[in-house]
T-cell receptor, first 121, second 108 residues
Framework: QVQLVQSGAEVRKPGSSVKVSCKASGGTFGNYAISWVRQAPGQGLAWMGGIIPMFGTPNYAQKFQGRVTITRDEPTSTTYMDLSSLRSEDTAMYYCALSSGASFGSGSRTWGQGTLVTVSS | SYVLTQPPSVSVAPGQTATITCKETNIGSKSVHWYQQKPGQAPVLVVY???DRPSGIPERFSGSNSGNTATLTISRVEAGDEADYYC???????????FGGGTKLTVL
């Protein structure tokens, strides 16, 4: 059973960027879609975007377009989410999630443990 | 604001049935998934493709989807079911995953 292991908590200053990693442990991503989802304190879930290995081209939510970059490294079964021009409102828990199919339309059965990103001057 | 409309909160006594709705125009034509999230934890998929359950999810969790409303039903509610619940779907018109705003289930 694949598990997703994310990198540790980060603290950044406004205007900077952060890169969060998500590594598949005990397997690979295969051709399953990988999503990044964020959750601000006390708020709901928001899809940021994702990538499907067989297609390679990432898909970004409009809200984050231009600030987020999602990449994958096949040999290490790791995906990365890079968020730039950080502001205080980006303080949130960031999750990676693996769909149960090769499309974002499938439910995500496997989630990372989350990475807390704090943006503060 | 969220495209998928969920009630902010639902309260139910132990042993009773909880019903959580997710509304959007013509949602019945899309596959809806439901997640349970407890405080400090990552979401857990409890229903996928409208009404299927992943392995390990109790039969007490069921789903349906028709017309403008998708529904998550939790039968014989237990204290351990207290959590936030989110609906989710893929909106092909905008090529985006969309989540509902979430519903806090309180077990009285």
């Amino acid at each position: 059973q694949v598990q997703l292991v994310q990198s540790g908590a980060e603290v950044r200053k406004p205007g900077s960027s952060v890169k969060v990693s998500c590594k598949a442990s005990g397997g690979t991503f295969g051709n399953y879609a990988i999503s990044w989802v964020r959750q601000a304190p006390g708020q709901g879930l928001a899809w940021m975007g994702g990538i499907i290995p067989m297609f390679g081209t990432p898909n970004y939510a409009q809200k984050f377009q231009g600030r987020v970059t999602i990449t994958r490294d096949e040999p290490t079964s790791t995906t990365y989410m890079d968020l730039s021009s950080l502001r205080s409102e980006d303080t949130a828990m960031y999750y990676c999630a693996l769909s149960s199919g090769a499309s974002f339309g499938s439910g995500s059965r496997t989630w990372g443990q989350g990475t807390l990103v704090t943006v503060s001057s | 604001s969220y495209v998928l409309t969920q009630p902010p909160s639902v309260s139910v006594a132990p042993g009773q049935t909880a019903t959580i709705t997710c509304k959007e125009t013509n949602i019945g034509s899309k596959s809806v998934h439901w997640y349970q999230q407890k405080p400090g934890q990552a979401p857990v998929l409890v229903v996928y493709d409208d009404s299927d359950r992943p392995s390990g999810i109790p039969e007490r969790f069921s789903g349906s989807n028709s017309g403008n409303t998708a529904t998550l039903t939790i039968s014989r509610v237990e204290a351990g079911d207290e959590a936030d619940y989110y609906c989710q779907l893929w909106d092909s018109s905008i090529d985006h995953v969309v989540f509902g705003g979430g519903t806090k289930l309180t077990v009285l």
